[in-house]
């Protein structure tokens, strides 16, 4: 099945610094990339996604790049803010077999110093 | 449009009891899942429906989970009995049939003592 690594597991950075989080996969097949975001003791939520057929997304300060041939992707944010602190999960959806099945990483938490 | 629901929202129970969650997907939503979260780990998937029929429950330990979806709308999830170590959330998703945009219920925190 799909396996999905996260790296950093922790990131602090100065408010308006940016921000960059890193996911690497196994699953060639996969062809989904979401990121979500979970505030403490709230529901992730969905920010960004991409699709395989894409190398990037761009929506106002967030950003996910793509690269196929590596099995690597990438939520960038810049102009980071307080409110952006958070715990980020990148996730895949495997190839043909695994339905709409979300393989998720183990997560990075965002700090942002005001 | 109101999003996912589940309830309660949390739960204490003693080992060896049986507990049950509850989720209401988003109104037009065929698929509905059922993930496990530990703390500080991402989710882990426990049981997929399309409408009332369990298309994925290779992750959920059947000895003691169970859950059902009877009309294709609201879905219950089911321990008994609780151990130790399910104490976590619970959280329900929901899609349409052909999305892959998956999105989150506020979770029920489990703890077993």
Redesign the interface.
Known sequence: GENVEQHPSTLSVQEGDSAVIKCTYSDSASNYFPWYKQELGKRPQLIIDIRSNVGEKKDQRIAVTLNKTAKHFSLHITETQPEDSAVYFCAAVGGDNAGNMLTFGGGTRLMVKP | EA??VQSPRYKIIEKKQPVAFWCNPISGHN?LYWYRQNL??????LI?YENEEA??DSQLPKDRFSAERLKGVDSTLKIQPAELGDSAVY?CAS?LAE?????????TRLTVT
């Open positions: 999003g996912v698929t500080g780990q991402g989710p882990e998937l997929r298309v994925d959280l899609s999305s892959y945009e998956q999105y989150f219920g506020p979770g």
